[in-house]
């Protein structure tokens, strides 16, 4: 290095030499020689620069590259994460550290249908009983699968008036199990279930609407009610514990509930203007095999009472019926609105 700086100092020397002469009006040639003098030094400056550059650069990376591999090694000693050995299995790790517990993932929680605005598109209508099942028979002849088939078709053509999708479990006096009719209905995708019945009341004198939804009861009159019509179900003993499963089906069951209730309000405040006797026998649970199966809500309404007096005779009247069916129909509605839907009953 002293001897480049040597070098270096004799051309710089030189070259204030040179410009003082050629100011100085020095001969030309001599300033040629001297020149060329200045280029041969400048060649050989250059031939021990780029070997002497080459070697110091080479020198500084392989002494780098030793101290990170020295590093390396010295790591791997002490942490198993640089080990050349096999990677590590899922047993051997050390466990995660707990979540703390302002950070823990909240448990979920059931939706709330509210939020949704669903819409009510497919209405199945059940017009209970029908073939040898004639259901239950008044003093003055009135069979109730007749009754409830004339009631189920006023019914569809009303909602189909107001663009209802509808679906019949039956359309003739036909007769279908319980289990068949839940089938139908699940294949059609309904969105709801709507069976309908008249009743049968040993006191007489009693009359009026109830509707029901899936349920346990221990009410002595509604458990005779459920096994009478429970009867042709269709059910075997091996259907039994998934039917127990079905009673309390979560929110099928609320829905199913809210639906019994707008049924039972429309049917109570509709037949009140032109029958002032009827009584309102509310909403309740029961087990009803036709509503075990269906994947959707599901409600029996009991619209009349075949056993009193009064409401048969107004059962042989087709206006009365087309009451009943309108009733039904506002039922239907109210739970419709209840969902957000846009189908309201007009005029």
């Given at each position: 290095m002293a001897?480049?700086?040597?070098?270096?100092?004799?051309?710089?020397?030189?070259l204030?030499?040179?410009?003082?002469?050629?100011?100085?009006?020095?001969h030309?040639?001599r300033?040629?020689?001297?020149l060329?003098?200045?280029l041969?030094?400048?060649?050989?400056?250059?031939?021990?620069?780029?070997?002497a550059?080459?070697?110091?650069?080479?020198?500084?990376?392989?002494?780098?590259?030793?101290?990170w591999?020295?590093?390396?090694w010295?790591?791997a000693?002490?942490n198993?994460?640089?080990?050349?050995?096999?990677?590590?299995?899922?047993?051997?790790?050390?466990p995660?550290?707990?979540i703390?517990?302002?950070r823990?993932i909240a448990t979920?929680?059931?939706i709330d249908?509210?939020?949704l605005?669903?819409a009510?598109?497919t209405?199945?209508?059940d017009?209970?009983?029908?073939g040898?099942?004639?259901g239950?028979?008044?003093?003055?002849g009135?069979?109730?699968?007749e009754?409830?088939?004339?009631?189920?078709?006023?019914?569809?053509?009303?909602l189909?008036?107001?663009?209802?999708?509808?679906?019949?479990?039956?359309?003739?006096?036909?007769d279908?199990?319980?289990k068949q009719?839940?089938e139908?209905a699940?294949?059609?995708?309904?969105?709801i279930?709507?069976?309908?019945h008249?009743?049968?009341?040993?006191?007489?004198?009693?009359r009026?609407?109830?509707?029901?939804f899936?349920g346990a009861?221990e009410?002595?009159y509604?458990?005779?009610?459920?096994a009478?019509?429970n009867?042709?179900?269709g059910y075997?003993l091996?259907d039994?514990?998934?039917i127990l499963?079905?009673?309390y089906?979560?929110?099928?069951q609320?829905?199913s509930r809210?639906?019994a209730?707008?049924?039972q309000?429309?049917l109570?405040?509709s037949l009140?203007?032109?029958?002032?006797?009827?009584?309102?026998r509310?909403?309740?649970?029961?087990?009803?095999?036709v509503?075990t199966?269906?994947e959707?809500?599901?409600?029996?309404?009991?619209?009349s009472?075949v056993s009193n007096?009064?409401e048969?005779?107004?059962?042989?009247?087709?206006?009365?019926?087309?009451?009943?069916a309108?009733a039904?129909?506002?039922?239907?509605?109210i739970?419709?609105?209840g969902?957000?839907q846009?189908?309201?009953?007009?005029g």
């Open positions: 001897r480049q700086d040597r070098i270096k100092r004799r051309m710089i020397r030189q204030v030499r040179d410009n003082l002469e050629t100011l100085e009006g020095a030309p040639r300033r040629g020689r001297r060329r003098t200045v041969t030094v400048a060649r050989v400056l250059l031939l021990v620069a780029l070997p550059a080459l070697f110091t650069s080479t020198y500084v990376l392989s002494t780098v590259a030793a101290e591999r020295d590093d390396v010295q790591d000693a002490h198993p994460t640089f080990s050349t050995r096999a990677p590590i299995s899922f047993s051997e790790m050390e995660l550290p707990p703390e517990p302002n823990a979920p929680q059931p249908p509210s939020i605005p669903l009510l598109h209405v199945v209508l017009p209970g009983h029908g040898e099942n004639e239950t028979i008044s003093p003055t009135l069979i109730e699968k009754i409830t088939l004339d009631i189920g078709q006023r019914v569809r053509s009303l189909e008036s107001y663009s209802y999708k509808v679906v019949m479990t039956r359309q003739r006096d036909e279908f199990s319980l009719r839940a139908l699940n294949a059609a995708r309904g969105d279930f709507v069976s309908i008249v009743n049968w009341i040993e006191n007489r004198e009693v009026g609407v109830e509707t029901f899936l009861t009410d002595p509604l458990k005779a009610l459920a009478r019509e009867q042709n179900s075997s091996a039994f514990r998934d499963e079905q009673v089906a979560g929110v099928r609320e829905e809210q639906l209730g707008a049924m309000q429309a109570y405040d009140r203007a032109v029958n002032s006797t009827v009584r309102d509310g909403v309740k649970s029961a087990p009803f095999g509503l199966h269906t959707m809500p599901a409600i029996l309404a009991e619209v009472c007096d009064v048969a005779r107004l059962l042989m009247t087709p206006i009365y019926r087309q009451y009943l309108e039904i129909v506002e039922g239907i509605q739970y419709a609105r969902l957000g846009s189908n309201h009953l007009e």
